[in-house]
């Protein structure tokens, strides 16, 4: 019983549980194995990189390195096989010794396609060889400089293609941007000229004259050229206005200009100093003056005070219209005065007639000094008159 006893109570003894400060050291040490093992586990690959690769890369010859020892034993056909697959996959293309020795084997083996074909990988690398014999080398030589010239010329065809590419660029964006007396010009240089005098007719009523003569000029070409006389008088008023002095290459465009100018100053001169006397104006050419003008002048005497005075006033009319002939610039062959006033018949009726009609030749208006010219002679000096009966002396 005792010993059952002390036996049960060993048993009893043993099956106690561990007190709780040794139950915490044992869980410690099964944690510092468990974190030994992940530490060893990450350190394998870690040193096999950082360590172990460069130590064994030493002892590890590379395939270039095994390619130098079996082209050194003179195994070479085994080396190029190597060397060529190095080269062909991007390495080795600057290795000048890899390419000598390729380029030299395929040479010693009279494979010429490949000899140049490594030829062609260094030049293109910009790699210098030293071949032998000396005909190899002068035949890389020659490649190389062929090489160079075909690059150089390469890249200057590129070059000019991207001036001629940014000039077309400059070309668009100016042809987007151009005004439209700028497309008239084009026009006109291309020969376009109808297109061109369709915007010259516009620009000219919305730009000042002065700013712009060349399309005055242009005008009067078109419109001369085309024997549109009634336009070419518009285009030569508006510049007669703006005071423009127009040039022409052509000299008998140019003459033309002037005399129109000539024409249109003393219309206009006339016009001013009789604008209420119902003035008309005609300027022909001369049947018989070739180049120069008949002018037709009508206009209506002004009443007055006395007939004495109105008889006065049509001389001055008269001798006015002779003046501004003279000073006008037209070519004058002949010029003629129609002058009317209202007459009362004997019924008291009144009705304007002719009662004045002068003409004078282009050389007796030359001929008359204004500084010293008296009107009463301004009829005595008429190649013809012609008086109504109330208007003589």
């Not at 030049?123 to 035949?139: K, V």
């Not at 497309?183 to 000219?204: H, L, M, T």
């Amino acid at each position: 019983m005792n010993k059952r006893s002390h036996f049960s109570g060993k048993a009893g003894h043993c099956q106690q549980p561990l007190p709780e400060k040794m139950m915490s050291s044992v869980s410690f040490s099964r944690n510092k194995t468990v974190l030994a093992v992940v530490l060893a586990v990450l350190a394998v690959p870690f040193f096999s990189c950082c360590v172990c690769a460069p130590i064994v890369a030493i002892f590890i010859p590379s395939e270039i390195d095994e390619a130098d020892r079996l082209w050194s034993d003179g195994r070479k056909a085994e080396a190029v096989e190597i060397y060529s697959r190095k080269v062909e996959g991007g390495a080795g293309v600057a290795n000048e010794v890899i390419l000598e020795r390729l380029v030299s084997f395929y040479f010693e083996q009279g494979d010429k396609e490949q000899a140049k074909h490594y030829r062609r990988i260094a030049i293109e690398n910009g790699t210098d060889l030293t071949l032998s014999p000396d005909s190899l080398q002068a035949s890389f030589e020659r490649e190389k400089k062929a090489y160079e010239a075909a690059k150089q010329a390469q890249q200057e065809k590129e070059k000019q293609i991207a001036i001629r590419k940014a000039q077309e660029q400059e070309r668009r964006i100016a042809e987007k941007n151009k005004t439209d007396l700028e497309r008239a010009n084009d026009f006109w240089a291309e020969g376009k000229r109808a297109e061109a005098v369709k915007i010259y007719s516009v620009e000219i009523t919305r730009t000042k004259p002065e700013e712009i003569p060349a399309v005055f000029e242009r005008l009067i070409i078109y419109y001369h050229e085309n024997r549109n006389g009634e336009q070419v008088r518009k285009v030569v008023q508006i510049a007669w206005q703006a005071d423009l002095r127009l040039k022409f290459d052509s000299d008998s465009l140019q003459a033309f200009y002037d005399e129109e100018s000539a024409a249109y100053r003393l219309r206009s001169d006339l016009e001013k100093q009789f604008k209420d006397q119902g003035l008309l104006v005609e300027i022909n050419n001369h049947a018989q003056m070739p180049g120069k003008k008949v002018i037709l002048v009508r206009l209506e005497f002004r009443d007055n005070l006395t007939n004495s005075m109105i008889k006065f006033g049509a001389k001055s009319d008269v001798a006015n219209i002779l003046k501004a002939v003279a000073e006008s610039g037209v070519n004058c062959g002949e010029t003629t005065v129609f002058g009317s006033f209202p007459l009362a018949d004997k019924y008291g009726n009144s009705e304007k007639e002719v009662v004045v009609k002068a003409t004078y030749s282009g050389e007796t208006i030359a001929r008359i000094n204004w500084s010293g010219f008296l009107l009463d002679n301004v009829y005595e000096i008429a190649e013809s008159v012609w008086m109504h009966p109330a208007f003589r002396d």
